[in-house]
C-alpha cells in the first residue's frame, strides 16, 4: 500500500536525502519517494504503518509528517510558515512583527518571530526588512579585522631580527594572537563549528566536519600549549615556547566564511529575478464603472470588469479586447519582436505593452491566474527544485575525515601502549600532530581559488558567471536549448528586402513609402522609415493620414490616395494581385519573412519584407558548439515558416515553433528526464522559466534584466561565441580543481603517515610542528599558484 504524507521544514536536496534514508529505514517500508517541490513523501509498505511509527523515525530532526488532508497547523506554528518568496515590500506598520529565516534557506518557507541561530545550519537568522547577507558580510569584515593581525604577528616570526620582538617577547605576542582570536572563533566563525558538530552527530561528513575539525584541534592544541606549555617536550618548542596555530586555525575560518558570504549572495538572485517579474504588471487599473474611469489598485479587479487600457499602458490583468483597436508589445511574453495587432475579441496578457492606442479590455483572469502570474510561478518552481551540485571536494572529504579521525585514534593507541616514557604525551601529540597537518586549508582553497579565477577570466572574455556551480556543470553540458529572438537574431525588425511590382521603380516609389509610413506609430512603418533613411530617401508630402484598424494605413499624395498594409488590406481597396505576385509573396513567406505591401486603388506598386537579422557570430558559434559534441534545440514562439527558414539559415535540424514559456519550460524537463545536461540560452521575460529550469541558464546581456537574473550566466555582449567560450572555460577550470585537489591532498597523503610516527622506529624521525605548519603552507601555496595558470587561458 502507498500512503502520502505532507513534510514539514523540509527545504534542500539535503533534507529529501536525510527523510529519505530515516523512512526507509522503518520495519515494514518498502520504498519512500520524496518531493521537495510539493513538500510530501509517498511511503509503499506491505502493510500499513502508524504514523507516529513514522514520527519516531524522525526525532532528533526538525522534520515532522502529516496526513493529507489534516495539515492544518497551531496558531503558535501557523505565523512561522511564510511564502518561499520574501516579501519584497517592507512592512509599514511600525507595530509590526519583524520576521527572520535562514538565508541559506535550509528549512525552505519557514520563518520567525525573532532572531537567533537557524536550527539546521546555525547561521545567524536574518531579518526581511533588511539585506539577507548583511549579518555575514559584517561578520566576515569583523572575522578580517582580527584575523589580518594575527596571520601578521604568525608570519613576522620568520623574519631576521624580528622587530616585533623587540617590542615584546614572543611569550606575549602569543597572548595577543590568542585575545585576538577568541571573536574569530567564537562570534564571527562560530556557525562553522556548529555546521561541524552536526555533520558530526548525523555522520553527514563533508567540508565542514574537516573545517570545524582542523581549526578546532589546531586552535585548542595552541590554548593548551599557551596555558600549559610545560606538558610539551623541547622538541615541540621554538624560542622556549610551543609553536601556536592561532593564525592557521583564524585563516582557515576566514576564508570558509568568505565563501558563504557568496554563497548567501547567490541566494538572492532568484528572488531578485521574480520581483522584476511581479513589477511588470501595474499595480493600479483603470476601472469603467456606470460609464465612469476610476483608477483602482489591481486588488479591486474582478473578473468581468471592464477596464480602460491608454496609450503606453502596461495591462493589467489577462482578458479579451472588447472595444477599439491595438498594437501590442507582447515580447515580454512571447520573445517575439514584432508587435501584434490586436481587436475587439483578441485576447491580451498582463504585463504586455499598449501602443498608441486606446482601448477598453474585459477582465477575465486576474491575481495567480493571469499568464504573468503563472511564469512566475514557474521560474520560482525551478528555481527551488533545482538540487546543487556535490562539489568534488565534499565528496572527498565524506571519505577523508573518517580516515583520517580513524589514523588520529589508532596513532594515539599506538603510541598509548608502545611510547615508553611520556607514552601518553607523545601519544597526544602525534595524533595531534595528524588533525593538524589534515588541517584542510589547501582542500578548502582547491576549489575557490580555481573558481575565483575562471570566474575573473570569464568577466575579460565578456562572460558574467554567478555561481561556481554554473561554472562546474557547463563543462558536462551536451544539449543547448537556445531561443531564436535576441538570441540568435538581433531583436528587431529591419526591412530585408524590397520588391517592386508596379510601373514605378524602388527609387520612384520608396519616397511615396517613406513619406506615408511617417505619421505612423506601428514599428514596421519605423522599421520602413529607417531603411528609407539609410538609403538618403527624402519623403514625400502627404495629407489627411488614416490609419485602418488590423490592416494598415493610407493616406494622400498629389491627389491619389496610397495604402500600406497587409493583403487583407489590398484585397479590400481593389487593387488586382496577379498570380506573379502571389508567388513572389509565397516565396518571401516560406523564408520567414513578414510582409506589407504598397498599392494605390488600381495596383500594387511594390512590397517591402520585414525579418529579424541573424547575428553575425551566431551561424560559426553554433558550428563550434557541434564540434564539441554539444547538440542544439531552437526553441521559437515564432510561426513554423519564419522557424524553417532561420533553422536552415543556421544548419539546424532540430527546433519547435510556437512554443510559450511555459512550453520551453516543458521541453527542458522533458530533455532532463531523458538524462540529459541541459544548457538553456535566451534573452526575454518568457524564456526565464526555462532558464531556471536549466542545468545551466545563459542570457544574453542585450536582454532583459529578469533573463538575466534567472540566469548563472550572462553573455554581457550578447555573441553566442560567449557559450563556447564559457565551455572551454568551464572545462580548463574543472580540470585546474581536480588538479589543486590533488595537491591538497599529495602532502596529506605524505604529512600524515609521517605525522603518525612511522619513521620514528626505523630513523626516529617525528614530524616536528613547524615542519607540519610548512607542510600545510606549502600545499596552499601549489593550489594558489596552480589556480593562477587560469589566467593564461585562452591566451
Known sequence: MTTSYKVKGMGCMGCVTTISDRLSAVAGVTAVQVDLASATARVESAAEVPLQTLQKALEGTHYSLVAEGEESESDDEAH?????????????????????????????????????????????????????????????????????PIFVIA?????????????????????????LSLPVVFYFC???????????KTLHFNMFTLIGIGAGVAWGFSVVGLFFPNLFPEAFKAHGSVHLYFEAATVILTLVLLGQVLEANAHTRTQAAIRLLLDLAPRKATKIIEGNEIEVPIEEVHIGDLLRVKPGEKLPVDGVLTEGYATVDESMITGEAIPVEKQEGSRVSAGTLNGTQSFVMRADKVGADTLLAQIVARVQEASQSRAPIQ?????????????????????????????????????????????????PCALGLATPMSVMVGIGKGAQNGILIKDAEALERMNKVDTLVIDKTGTLTEGKPTVAKVMSFGSLTEKEWLPLLYGLNQQSEHPLAKATSAYAQSEGVTPLPFTDFEALTGKGVRANHAGVSYYFGNERLIEEIGAPISEEIRHSLRARQSEGYTLSLLATDREVIGAVAIADKLKDTTAQALRALQQVGVHIIMLTGDNELTAAAIARQIGLTDYRAGMLPQDKQEEVKRLQAQGKVVAMAGDGINDAPALAQADVGIAMGTGTDIAIESAPITLVKGDLSGIVKAKKLSKAVVKNIRENLFFALVYNAIGIPVAAGVLYPVFGILLSPMLGALAMSFSSVSVISNALRLKRFGN
Open 155 to 179: 608570519m613576522s616570526g620568520m623574519w631576521h631580527n624580528n622587530p616585533l620582538y623587540k617590542l615584546m617577547p614572543l611569550s606575549a605576542w602569543n597572548w595577543v594572537q590568542f585575545v
Open 80 to 148: 512561522r510558515h511564510k511564502p518561499t518568496t520574501p516579501p519584497s515590500i517592507k512592512p509599514t506598520d511600525p507595530h509590526a512583527k519583524v520576521v527572520y529565516y535562514c538565508p541559506m534557506r535550509c528549512e525552505g518557507d519557514k520563518t520567525y518571530d525573532h532572531p537567533g541561530a537557524c536550527p539546521v545550519c546555525g547561521m545567524d537568522l536574518v531579518s526581511l526588512e533588511a539585506p539577507k547577507d548583511d549579518n555575514l558580510q559584517r561578520k566576515l569584515w569583523g572575522a578580517i579585522a582580527f584575523t589580518l
Open 391 to 439: 562539489k568534488l571536494a565534499d565528496k572527498i572529504a565524506a571519505y577523508f575525515v573518517p580516515i583520517v579521525i580513524a589514523i588520529a585514534v589508532l596513532t594515539f593507541v599506538v603510541w598509548a601502549v608502545f611510547g615508553g616514557e611520556n607514552a601518553y604525551v607523545y601519544a597526544l601529540l602525534n595524533a595531534i600532530a595528524v588533525l593538524i597537518i589534515a588541517c
Open 190 to 200: 562560530g556557525f562553522l563549528f556548529v555546521r561541524a558538530w552536526r555533520s558530526l
